[in-house]
């Protein structure tokens, strides 16, 4: 309940920061800012993707690549890919304010997402909650005092099969528990990269005692037909 309560607070709280913009100091559209000389050339490379006319289409690549650069996407970059792509800005707006992968704020140098729907929830994501918000020192929707971590509640991250798991910047945590979370953050506060995926030993989604099914070579055509309809024609009139 505790969780609910807490998952939907989030989900308003990061509804209405998606969706609305307020300036700052920090977020205006006088922020500096422009994009390095190779992110140039990835977007002029990205752009020859689309036909001529239609560079727009690039929006939600150039998007992926000022949050690369920066960690989070400021309104002065949302106009800068707007300019770029020859588009109106209202067009960006949009599409920052749907997806909600863009980051409106800088949320640390590592983003940490906690998955709480239904099967993560069911297999303890609340206790990887805790855990991670005591070993980043922050709470769900803030950020730790030295910026290292940033800590969020996501709705399912399609990795239910290997649930309970988190998300760290682009690498997924799957099959954790508390001990994991501690382990992979420490891991990450000194500087290392702990692997990612399964944390429970398993390969990717298979059975965790060893295979189940599948496990010899298939059977022949024909298996499992009654004897009375072995042998029959295979083409119809041909007697064979
Ligand atoms: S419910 Fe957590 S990944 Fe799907």
Redesign the pocket.
């Known amino acids: 309940m505790v969780l609910y309560t807490r998952r939907i607070s989030m989900t308003m709280k990061v509804w209405s920061e998606l969706s609305v913009h307020r300036d700052s100091v920090d977020n205006n559209a006088n922020t500096p800012f422009e994009f390095t000389e190779a992110n140039m050339m990835r977007i002029a490379a990205l752009i020859q993707n689309y036909p001529v006319g239609a560079q727009k289409a690039a929006v939600g690549a150039c998007l992926d690549i000022v949050q690369r650069q920066m960690g989070w996407i400021p309104i002065s970059a949302m106009h800068k890919v707007a300019e770029i792509l020859s588009m109106p800005r209202m067009r960006v707006y949009e599409w920052v304010s749907f997806y909600t992968m863009n980051k409106r704020h800088f949320r640390g140098q590592f983003h940490i997402q906690v998955?709480?729907?239904?099967?993560?929830?069911l297999r303890g994501?609340e206790e990887i909650l805790d855990a991670v918000e005591q070993s980043c020192c922050c709470c769900a929707g803030g950020l730790s005092a030295d910026g290292m971590f940033g800590v969020d509640i996501v709705?399912?991250?399609?990795?239910?099969v290997?649930?309970?798991?988190f998300v760290v910047n682009d690498d997924y945590y799957e099959d954790v528990d508390a001990s994991d979370v501690y382990n992979i953050i420490q891991t990450l506060r000194c500087g290392g990269i702990p692997p990612p995926g399964p944390q429970n030993g398993r390969f990717a989604a298979e059975p965790l005692c060893g295979l189940t099914s599948l496990c010899g070579p298939p059977p022949p055509p024909g298996h499992g037909l009654q004897d009375a309809l072995m042998g029959m024609p295979t083409c119809p009139g041909s007697g064979r």
């Open positions: 998955c709480t729907t239904t099967p993560c929830m994501a709705e399912c991250q399609g990795a239910c290997n649930a309970p798991m």
